[in-house]
């Protein structure tokens, strides 16, 4: 069974950074895309970044291209996502997910908080 667990939130000011990690167990990782979602306060989960299990190809939220990168290193079990020129909007719990591809993630971990205050 798969397990994810998420670190790096916090609270940060608008136009800061933050790096958020997951660290995976309970599965060959490197052979498993990997991605982020975030859930706005009284919003649906949305898309934010997905990476293949071969680090080779990644896809992006379109609003977010440019902010936000996702990167993967397998020797740690880890998927990262830098986020930089935070916004209120992108205030959100943020998820680590996984699955066989970047566009099938059906395993998730429990959140880390991101806040960006103005």
């Known amino acids: 069974q798969v397990h994810l667990v998420e670190s790096g939130g916090g609270l940060v000011q608008a136009g800061g950074s933050l790096r958020l990690s997951c660290v995976a167990s309970g599965r060959t990782f490197s052979s498993y895309a990997m991605g982020w979602f975030r859930q706005a306060p009284g919003q649906e989960r949305e898309f934010v970044a997905a990476i293949n299990w071969s680090g080779t190809n990644t896809r992006y939220k379109d609003s977010l291209k440019g902010r936000f990168t996702i990167s993967r290193a397998d020797v740690k079990n880890r998927v990262s996502l830098q986020m930089k020129n935070l916004k209120p909007e992108d205030t959100a719990v943020y998820y680590c997910?996984?699955?066989?591809?970047?566009?099938?993630?059906?395993?998730w971990g429990q959140g880390t908080l991101v806040t960006v205050s103005s």
């Open positions: 997910a996984t699955g066989a591809t970047t566009t099938s993630l059906d395993a």
